[in-house]
């Protein structure tokens, strides 16, 4: 590899195994600041592409100029593009907090994705095969992995010990914490790789989305780094509060979804169109069930009775159920309860995932069927992958899963942060994906947060939702890895602008 200091310092792993582990791999090397070259070709919709793929790792310093953590990255770039000041940059963050950037990697835009079926199961031999809808064709893509998340990892002090929890914290593992380092990160790496004068974009999954909404800003304004457009993947809430009747009520269009994928409505809904059915739930929702909720004990029984007859009908559950549960059904329950006389559970992630409990009985799932499903396919593929196909070489874990907890999580204005930035700057564009079988971060929170982004509604022609037939990570089913890419490509081409427009109202 060939390397800008050739330095190598002792790591810090924090993951979610034993004491002993975590002693091996202490005493495992990182090299600081390296990087490794490879040349391919590849077939995006029909058309021949070459690209270079750059693996390596890039410091984070202090104020003082000491490197405090170096961070892991896969750099996609196009070789046969010669203006990069007219090629964009998508610069791809995942979540947890604590999640590698494998996900996105490996399985929504990037080159190759794993070997899976068109519905997203697991086959073997695990592995990687071409993507035919990466939009590599229209950006260049880097893959970043946060502290402690795939090989990044935490440095030594300059005394030679490591940084305790409560440092580890200050430094890296926070809302904000997290959004000052990696704007440093993303600074140092567009100048570095000379991107300064292109188009750029942010993309974040899961707490990804808190991640780039609070990046937006904070490139913006503390490194002067103005972005095209920010897409959110499965959002969280950004600091945009969800409680209360709102948060129960928000539900109910995902278990309609849910229910629907099963099997498990009247004759009457199931042949509705998914589409045409949610926007029917979605009406319901707003208008009825919402202030039914806000109402709480104090509803009159035949109302509540009234309602609970309606949830149930679209939530795929019984009038009981929802009664009992005072209008209220907890996302836990119904995985638990929707396919019970099934004896079989739904998935968190992915509600179109089943598993099995010890016991029928019960008010929640003994595990998350879906993640056991992708953990088989995605740790086997990347570890190969960026070793045998990228040729990066460590002997450090590939964390999927790092420990960044405690995570401070008070002052989240990523969402309000958010909504400064596109008023700042009228190229930003914003765009939402979820899919309509996630439980976790559902599509209709995700709707919500969108509409309560920007209350004035001055920007809401550059805020844009799309919906797909799939759960959290919606790229695993093949019809949506294909559509989810060319919504990326659309609102890529779209958002960039053009020679003589300026940024301007």
């Known amino acids: 590899m060939k390397s800008f200091k050739h330095l190598s310092l002792m790591v810090l792993f924090v993951g979610v195994f034993s004491s002993s582990t975590l002693l091996a791999d202490n005493e495992r090397k990182l090299s600081v600041d390296d990087k490794n070259t490879t040349k391919h070709s590849t077939k995006i919709k029909g058309e021949r592409i070459k690209y270079t793929a750059t693996t390596g790792t890039q410091p984070v310093w202090d104020e003082e100029g000491t490197p405090t953590a170096s961070l892991f990255y896969t750099y996609y770039q196009r070789t046969d593009v010669d203006d990069k000041a007219t090629r964009p940059l998508?610069?791809?963050f995942n979540g947890g907090p604590g999640s590698a950037s494998v996900w996105m990697h490996i399985a929504y835009t990037g080159p190759k994705v794993i070997n899976v079926d068109d519905e997203g199961y697991p086959l073997q031999p695990y592995g990687v095969k071409t993507n035919p809808y990466s939009i590599l064709d229209v950006a260049d893509i880097v893959f970043v992995n946060p502290?402690?998340?795939?090989?990044?990892?935490?440095?030594?002090?300059?005394d030679g010990s490591m940084p305790s929890k409560a440092e580890l914290k200050t430094m890296f593992f926070g809302v904000n914490a997290d959004i000052k380092y990696l704007a440093d990160w993303v600074s140092t790496f567009v100048t570095r790789n000379e991107r300064w004068r292109s188009p750029k974009y942010l993309i974040g999954e899961s707490y990804g989305t808190t991640r780039v909404a609070g990046l937006t800003k904070e490139l913006q304004s503390r490194q002067w780094m103005y972005i095209n457009g920010t897409i959110l993947v499965s959002p969280?809430?950004?600091?945009?509060?969800?409680?209360?009747?709102?948060?129960?009520?928000?539900?109910?269009?995902?278990?309609?979804?849910?229910?629907?994928y099963h099997n498990a409505l009247t004759t009457e809904l199931q042949q509705k169109p998914l589409a045409e059915l949610l926007a029917q739930v979605e009406q319901f929702t707003l208008r009825e069930y919402l202030p039914a909720l806000a109402q709480g004990g104090f509803i009159a029984p035949e109302h509540k009775q009234r309602i609970a007859e309606q949830v149930a009908k679209y939530a795929g559950l019984s009038v009981e159920t929802v009664v009992n549960s005072n209008l209220d059904i907890s996302n836990n329950y119904f995985w638990k309860d929707l396919l019970r006389n099934r004896k079989q559970t739904v998935g968190r992630l992915d509600s179109r995932y089943l598993g099995i409990d010890k016991k029928v009985v019960g008010a929640r799932p003994d595990y998350n069927a879906e993640l056991s499903s992708w953990l088989h396919s995605f740790t086997p593929a990347i570890n190969h992958y960026l070793r045998e196909e990228l040729g990066y070489k460590t002997d450090l874990r590939y964390n999927m899963f790092g420990n960044v907890h405690p995570w401070d999580r008070s002052g989240n204005n990523t969402g309000e942060?958010?909504?400064?930035?596109?008023a700042e700057n009228p190229y930003l564009n914003v765009m939402?994906?979820?899919?309509?079988?996630?439980?976790?971060?559902?599509?209709?929170?995700?709707?919500?947060?969108?509409w309560q982004l920007d209350p004035s509604g001055q920007m809401k022609d550059r805020l844009s939702f799309k919906g797909y037939e799939s759960g959290h990570m919606m790229y695993l089913r093949h019809e949506d890895l294909r559509q989810s890419n060319q919504d990326i490509r659309d609102f890529i081409i779209k958002s960039t602008p053009a020679k003589e427009q300026a940024a301007k109202y």
């Open 236 to 260: 969280t809430d950004i600091g945009i509060k969800r409680e209360g009747p709102v948060k129960a009520a928000n539900r109910l269009p995902y278990f309609t979804a849910t229910a629907w």
């Open 432 to 450: 939402v994906q979820s899919g309509y079988f996630d439980g976790a971060t559902n599509y209709f929170d995700a709707k919500y947060t969108m």
């Open 417 to 422: 942060n958010l909504r400064l930035a596109m």
């Open 147 to 158: 502290v402690n998340t795939g090989y990044s990892r935490a440095l030594a002090k300059k």
């Open 90 to 92: 998508l610069i791809s």
